[in-house]
């Protein structure tokens, strides 16, 4: 039986909610505290690998996500003009009833989530975060930005790249860092024909164009943009003008992703453009009676489209060893002993993936990399 009680869920996106799934199949109590009081997310998709189906699978959601997405069964790489050149197919890694990727959009994801969770029975407070989490030997105290406060066997931080529950127990100073390249996003309708991940190899980086829905597609570009004396990217959020210096970004791109340029991408507030960040925090990720998961702890750069994907393992893996018959602190050193080498892993392979695009090296590491990546995701949790 779990000697956690009663958690707290700080972060209410794909991690947090994948960790209240877990804890609540298991039958422990969890109040989520969301900063965002509209508990929206942007609108583009996401690509879930075999991996992330199969911890959908053990949270019981990898179905809807499914019949909600787009399933297909692997890659297919090319030339900036549209030749192509190498295809990857994916194991059924979540099992015979399941394609082995999907793509879907992030708000229908994110439903999936939120009605997940509040069937559950979990208590989810929005608008609001911590103010103060005061450690003691076996629980931890909680004020909240409403002036309220509350008491926990274990505070989970989910609250992203820019977590606050990580500056406030473990490194105020640890910071995502710009990697040097920008990703821009955009929804099209999906090509009849477009059956996976098409990727488009071109200077300073790689287009790409993902199936999310039987009749809606996004098309990528992740890239090395101009920067300003600052050394930071010319293009700002929020500018107008995107949609246009997004077709620009993608003049090099002929076949596929250059007719879906020149008819799609018109509608500037369509454009979903951010730089990339990444931050690792060093082990452990938990101190006393407070654990991170995703990307407070382990934020990578998309280059394998993992980082999701990390946080619902991460999710899983908690939840199985907070439910087992062990002391919190076992189980905590568990979580991280099973967790902090995959995360690792893809990391520093993402990272690797981006050195080797801003160095226009387009030799056979990079698809080293790719598939090195599908064999270690592919090992069980
Ligand atoms: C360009 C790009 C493309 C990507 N594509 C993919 C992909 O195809 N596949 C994939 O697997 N991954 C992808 N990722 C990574 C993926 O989006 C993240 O890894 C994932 O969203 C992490 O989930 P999370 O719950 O840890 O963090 P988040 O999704 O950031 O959720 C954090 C939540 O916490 C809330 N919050 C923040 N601060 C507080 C606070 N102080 N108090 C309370 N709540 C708070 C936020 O509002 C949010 O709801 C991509 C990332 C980028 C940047």
Redesign the pocket.
């Known amino acids: 039986m779990s000697s956690v009680e009663r958690v707290l869920v ?7 909610l994948s960790t209240t799934m877990g804890l609540r199949r298991a039958g422990i109590e969890v109040d989520v ?4 009081p509209a508990w929206d997310v942007y609108g583009v998709g ?3 690998p075999g991996n ?1 189906v199969r911890a959908l699978d053990a949270l019981g959601l990898a179905r809807r996500a499914i019949e909600e997405g787009f399933g297909f069964s692997g890659s297919r790489m090319h030339l900036a003009d549209g030749t192509m050149v190498a295809t990857q197919d994916a194991p059924p890694l979540a099992g015979a009833e399941y394609p082995p990727m999907n793509g879907i959009t992030r708000p229908r994801l994110h439903e999936i989530f939120t009605s997940a969770v509040l069937e559950s029975g979990a208590r989810v407070v929005l608008g609001e ?2 103010e103060r989490i005061d450690q003691l030997a076996d629980r931890v105290d909680v004020a909240f930005t409403d002036g309220t406060s509350a008491t926990y066997h274990l505070v989970v931080g ?7 529950v990580r500056a406030m127990v473990f490194d105020p100073d640890l910071r995502p860092s710009y990697t040097g390249q920008v ?1 821009w ?1 955009y929804n099209v309708p999906r090509p009849e024909d477009l059956d996976g991940i098409w990727m488009f190899m071109g200077s300073r980086g790689k287009a790409g164009i993902v199936p999310l829905a039987p009749d809606l597609a996004y098309l990528l570009l992740i890239e090395q943009p101009p920067v300003g004396d600052d050394g930071e990217p010319v293009v700002r959020l929020g500018v107008e003008g995107l949609a246009g210096i997004m077709r620009e970004r993608l003049a090099e791109y002929g076949g596929l992703i250059g007719d879906l340029r020149d008819r799609c991408v018109r509608d500037d507030a369509a454009v979903v453009y ?1 730089p ?1 960040e990444r931050v690792m925090l060093p082990a452990p990720w938990h101190r006393g009676r407070v654990v991170l ?4 702890a382990h ?1 990578t750069s ?1 280059h394998i ?7 619902i393992e991460d999710a899983v893996v908690l939840a199985e060893e907070l439910a087992s018959d062990q002391p919190v602190d076992q189980a905590l050193a568990s979580y991280m002993a099973r967790r902090e080498p995959r995360a690792r892993f893809v990391f520093d392979t993402s990272r690797r993936i981006q050195e080797l695009e801003l160095a226009h090296d387009h030799g056979p590491e990079n698809s080293e990399l790719i598939v090195q990546s599908m064999i270690r995701t592919a090992e069980p949790i």
Not at 305 to 311: E, I, L
């Open positions: 700080v972060g209410g996106g794909i991690g947090g505290v969301e900063l965002n996401i690509i879930q992330a975060s911590v989910a609250d992203g790249i820019n977590s606050r990703c996003r951010r990339v998961v995703g990307d407070a934020a998309p489209g993992q980082g999701a994907a990390m946080a």
